[in-house]
């Protein structure tokens, strides 16, 4: 009798379990949601000097960014978390002012806070905030200028892999349209790069950016993303090494033939946190 009442307890359970399992077999067939796995907590530790370790970043779950970061220069590192200054000129229109790009790497990716010269607003930028000005939410030119800034840039194709961007390599050794057979020209891998951001106040104007690497130099040399129905055009025309540092020396958006914006730098500089 003993063994009859383990038999029927052990039972039970296989069946619930098989229950169980043949309801989320289900739910993936259908499509709907997976089960939901809570976020892992990481604890940060502290060294003998009683500063905080940080903890190694994955800067490898993207092949083509974890590339780029090597090609970039000592900037991008697992365990560090560099801050770096670019001034610059920033022109839209017959309006040419200085501008300052501080950015800020975290566990998670950046942030971003630009400001202009003769303008009280600051613009910032980090994933859990989105796009603001002064604190509030920015919209018009000063949206504007920040997705350009921010996301037409080297480091967020790096940094955008920690925030759950996708990546996906469009085409290989691809030529300007209308290219003969005896081009001598540069030839490009294209990355198009999709943003995660679901929430409407942080999601980006572009929901995508195609990256434009050269397959000589492994460098950005255009951006297109498209807002509106408008698609905008980014063209790395320069880059320049600073200390070792590969940083984009002359960047100009332009759409339907007509230049939007033009940044050219002035200086660089970066440092560990």
Request: no cysteine.
């Amino acid at each position: 009798m003993k063994h009859k009442k383990i038999l029927i307890a052990i039972s039970i359970i296989l069946a619930a379990g098989a229950l169980a399992f043949g309801v989320v077999s289900s739910r993936l067939a259908r499509g709907g949601p997976s089960p939901q796995i809570p976020n892992p907590t990481f604890i940060q530790q502290q060294g003998r000097d009683g500063k905080p370790v940080q903890r190694a970043r994955n800067l490898s779950l993207q092949p083509e960014a974890f590339n780029m970061a090597r090609r970039l220069g000592s900037r991008f590192g697992a365990t560090k978390r560099e801050v770096s200054i670019a001034v610059g000129t920033l022109t839209i229109g017959s309006d040419q002012r200085q501008v300052q790009t501080k950015r800020v790497q975290t566990d998670s990716g950046e942030q971003v806070e630009v400001k202009i010269a003769g303008s009280s607003d600051t613009l910032t930028w980090d994933a859990s905030s989105g796009s603001l000005s002064s604190g509030r939410q920015a919209n018009g030119s000063d949206r504007d200028v920040i997705e350009r800034l921010v996301f037409d840039s080297p480091d967020q194709f790096v940094l955008g892999q920690l925030r759950g961007s996708s990546y996906f390599m469009v085409a290989r050794n691809v030529r300007p349209a209308g290219a003969g057979d005896n081009y001598q020209g540069p030839l490009w891998n294209i990355v198009r790069v999709s943003d995660p951001e679901l929430d409407e106040a942080r999601r980006l104007q572009s929901r995508w950016r195609l990256y434009y690497l050269n397959t000589t130099s492994g460098l950005i040399e255009r951006v297109e993303s498209e807002v509106d129905g408008q698609r905008i055009v980014a063209e790395f025309s320069v880059w320049t090494n600073i200390a070792g540092e590969q940083v984009p020396a002359r960047i100009v958006w332009t759409s339907q033939g007509r230049t939007l914006m033009e940044y050219q730098l002035a200086n660089f500089s970066h440092a560990q946190q």
